[in-house]
């Protein structure tokens, strides 16, 4: 795994957890537990701005149904038709981008018909393989008077699941999530780590095609305190 094998800092490395799968009405998600925890915990429902995430198997329709939902505050539908026209006007305010194997597409995977970009990774030797979600969100805060604020933070989960079902509903699975503030981004110990892998990941598309949510949670990590 590129991120957590050669480019992972040993003190994240040391906070992985391995968590056993639990059924909850049918439904059962290491990341989509740890994911919901990290963005409940920030007071004030913080808004998605952008969404990176990388696989090596991927199941494009599973990840719009059942794990985009996930990015944002909100309810939606049972009805997969109906759930899809929520989550297109959900996506009008957020940018997500997935990198998955060229290899890895699930043989009986159903398409993608959503508005987010995928980048098909193609490898001379090996295979693309780190299992990471990069979610930037903000939100706003009251200052003084009138004044308000908006502070940025960037939850990063470093994951052994892919975006399949497997993956994300039976397998057991690890993970470790860990969220940075817009003030301490430079302060982070293993931020060189996010950004090696950014630049791994902005090696694999031109440079005219970088989807935007790559740039924003790469400007995010680059900006002064």
């Known amino acids: 795994n590129f991120f ?3 480019h992972l800092s040993q003190p994240l490395l040391a906070g992985f957890t391995l968590m056993a799968v639990q059924q909850l009405g049918g439904l059962c998600s290491l990341a989509m ?4 925890y990290s963005m409940s915990r920030t007071h004030g429902s913080p808004d998605e ?3 990176v ?6 199941d494009p329709g599973f990840f719009e149904l059942e794990v985009l939902p996930v990015l944002f505050d909100r309810s939606f539908s049972r009805i997969d038709a109906v759930r ?13 981008a997935v990198y998955y194997d060229r290899t890895g597409l699930v043989a009986d995977a159903q398409p993608a018909t959503l508005d987010f970009r995928r980048i098909d990774v193609r490898r001379r030797t090996g295979c693309f393989h780190p299992k990471v979600a990069l979610l930037l969100t903000e939100k706003d805060v009251p200052g003084e008077g009138d004044e308000v604020s908006t502070e940025r933070s960037l939850v990063v989960a470093a994951l052994s699941a892919n ?12 993970g470790h999530v860990e969220e940075i ?3 301490d981004a430079r302060g982070v110990a293993w931020r060189s780590d996010l950004l090696r892998l950014l630049r791994m990941l902005r090696d694999v598309a031109p440079e005219e095609d970088e989807p935007k949510a790559l740039r924003d949670v790469h400007a995010f990590l680059r900006r002064e305190a």
């Open 4 to 6: 957590t094998q050669r």
């Open 33 to 36: 537990h740890g994911l919901n």
């Open 49 to 51: 701005v952008a969404a």
């Open 53 to 58: 995430f990388t696989t090596f198997t991927f």
């Open 84 to 96: 899809r026209v929520q989550l297109e006007t959900a996506l009008r305010e957020t940018d997500v």
């Open 163 to 174: 975006l399949t079902r497997a993956g994300w509903w039976e397998n057991v699975e690890a």
């Open 181 to 183: 503030s817009d003030t």
